[in-house]
Nanobody, 120 residues
Framework: VQLQAFGGGLVQPGGSLRLSCAASGSIFSINDMGWYRQAPGKQRELVAVITSGGSTNYADSVKGRFTISRDNAKNTVYLQMNSLKSEDTAVYYC???????????????WGQGTQVTVSS
């Protein structure tokens, strides 16, 4: 199983970015999909998560600015980030809880991380 994340970059405060993360390989089913971030000198924190049923949950710091969505046909999770602030600067990681085989258990997989820098 591989998770490939795309979409990071440099953006000015108030700007927008869209991250995507596609899961590939042996996948039987996917449960929760989410995004985490880690800023320099800080612990990794949850940004947003979306369940297989489409329910979402967000960190308080991004509510109203970020939107998480998923395309189950493409095994892909997205994070639309609007009104970006300097404090959003971090490496963003996707996290997908999935079952690789029918007769196995689900476990989380991590993407490689993509840098988001918000600066003028």
């Amino acid at each position: 199983v591989q998770l490939q994340a795309f979409g990071g970059g440099l953006v000015q405060p108030g700007g927008s970015l869209r991250l995507s993360c596609a899961a590939s390989g042996s996948i039987f089913s996917i449960n929760d999909m989410g995004w985490y971030r880690q800023a320099p000198g800080k612990q990794r924190e949850l940004v947003a998560v979306i369940t297989s049923g489409g329910s979402t949950n967000y960190a308080d710091s991004v509510k109203g600015r970020f939107t998480i969505s998923r395309d189950n046909a493409k095994n892909t999770v997205y994070l639309q980030m609007n009104s970006l602030k300097s404090e959003d600067t971090a490496v963003y990681y996707c996290n997908v809880n999935l079952k690789p085989h029918r007769y196995g258990s689900s476990r989380p997989y991590w993407g490689q991380g993509t840098q988001v820098t918000v600066s003028s």
